[in-house]
């Protein structure tokens, strides 16, 4: 075997796919694993999860490869759900074309799909999900999904912003995490009320080492809310830190015992507990 074939991260799949909206007919890149190539570090507060750089084929994001991406005419969706475009959202989701290569470009110039993808491609490749899911009915779950997408996307906005510090993708990450927090809690609140169901999410993620189910959905929504959530009216602020603490008190009362459930998710939950608790508490001695 070569070095090169050695190095490789990446490869293309035996399988076609059909783009639903162009008839556009292509591979999809996967990740290869194994070989050392992915070296797991810490896990943040969002529950991602970090990876160290390898010696051998250096800094390797997992998350570039996860949405499948029409190469032609941009339409994105995670894998399951792309030829599964409903029929009579078609016509809009073809109409949609021009407006959505402009604005993808305008915010990731250069970006190519034709290519192996980087982190660009990445990055682009989860702001279109986020983007095409406006084409799906509620049976998919769509809105907990744009969720998702909106958080991969500002992690690997994070990691551009450390490659390239003077473009601004810190201010981008911010944006998808407000997008995230308000996605999350429209997913919960939307589930709450019979308007769309959270079943058709088979993995919540959020990262792709591990699945925190929908009580990691559960905590995302009460974390998000307590760092990106209304912060400017003190009112606001208040009911929101409300409603995120009742969300994660959620976690702990439900079903099984805390002995079966993660307990990196345990640990982060008390932790965030423990935050909005001491910040209310704060509010309720002014």
Same mark, same amino acid.
């Given at each position: 075997?070569?070095?090169?074939?050695? %190095?490789? &991260?990446?490869?293309?799949?035996?399988? *076609?796919?059909?783009?639903?909206?162009?008839?556009?007919?292509?591979?999809?890149?996967?990740?290869?694993?194994?070989?050392?190539?992915?070296?797991?570090?810490?896990?943040?507060?969002?529950?991602?999860?970090?990876?160290?750089?390898?010696?051998?084929?250096?800094?390797?994001?997992?998350?570039?490869?996860?949405?499948?991406?029409?190469?032609?005419?941009?339409?994105?969706?995670?894998?399951?759900?792309?030829?599964?475009?409903?029929?009579?959202?078609?016509?809009?989701?073809? *109409?949609?074309?021009?407006?959505? %290569?402009?604005?993808?470009?305008?915010?990731?110039? +250069? &970006?190519?799909?034709?290519?192996?993808?980087?982190?660009?491609? +990445?990055?682009?490749?989860?702001?279109?999900? %986020?983007?095409?899911?406006?084409?799906?009915?509620?049976?998919?779950?769509?809105?907990?999904?744009?969720?998702? /997408?909106?958080?991969?996307?500002?992690?690997?906005?994070?990691? $551009?912003?450390?490659?390239?510090?003077?473009?601004?993708?810190?201010?981008?990450?911010?944006?998808?995490?407000?997008?995230?927090?308000?996605?999350?809690? *429209?997913?919960?609140? $939307?589930?709450?009320?019979?308007?769309?169901? $959270?079943?058709?999410?088979?993995?919540?993620?959020?990262?792709?080492?591990?699945?925190?189910?929908?009580? +990691?959905?559960?905590? %995302?929504? /009460?974390?998000?809310?307590?760092?990106?959530?209304?912060?400017?009216?003190?009112?606001?602020?208040?009911?929101?830190?409300?409603?995120?603490?009742?969300?994660?008190?959620?976690?702990?009362?439900?079903?099984?015992?805390?002995?079966?459930?993660?307990?990196?998710?345990?640990?982060?939950?008390?932790?965030?507990?423990?935050?909005?608790?001491?910040?209310?508490?704060?509010?309720?001695?002014?």
């Amino acid at each position: 075997m070569s070095d090169d074939r050695e %190095l490789k &991260v990446s490869f293309t799949s035996k399988k *076609e796919f059909t783009c639903p909206v162009c008839d556009a007919r292509f591979r999809k890149e996967e990740l290869l694993s194994g070989g050392g190539r992915l070296i797991a570090g810490n896990l943040t507060d969002e529950l991602h999860r970090l990876y160290e750089p390898s010696a051998k084929y250096g800094e390797i994001c997992p998350l570039v490869y996860q949405a499948m991406v029409c190469p032609e005419c941009w339409f994105a969706a995670m894998d399951a759900d792309f030829e599964a475009l409903p029929e009579k959202n078609r016509e809009r989701a073809a *109409e949609d074309r021009e407006r959505r %290569l402009f604005d993808t470009e305008a915010v990731f110039s +250069g &970006v190519d799909f034709n290519k192996p993808r980087g982190l660009l491609e +990445g990055a682009a490749s989860q702001y279109l999900t %986020l983007r095409c899911y406006d084409f799906f009915g509620k049976d998919v779950s769509p809105t907990i999904k744009q969720g998702l /997408a909106s958080l991969r996307a500002a992690w690997i906005a994070d990691d $551009l912003h450390k490659k390239n510090p003077d473009e601004h993708y810190d201010w981008l990450a911010l944006l998808f995490r407000r997008k995230a927090q308000f996605l999350y809690n *429209e997913a919960i609140r $939307l589930e709450q009320s019979g308007k769309e169901t $959270l079943s058709a999410m088979k993995a919540f993620g959020p990262d792709t080492d591990k699945n925190y189910s929908y009580e +990691g959905v559960l905590y %995302l929504c /009460a974390y998000l809310r307590y760092r990106y959530g209304p912060a400017g009216n003190p009112a606001q602020r208040l009911s929101s830190l409300e409603d995120a603490r009742r969300t994660i008190a959620r976690i702990f009362g439900m079903g099984k015992s805390s002995k079966d459930k993660p307990g990196p998710l345990l640990d982060h939950a008390r932790e965030i507990y423990d935050a909005i608790n001491k910040e209310l508490n704060e509010t309720d001695d002014v």
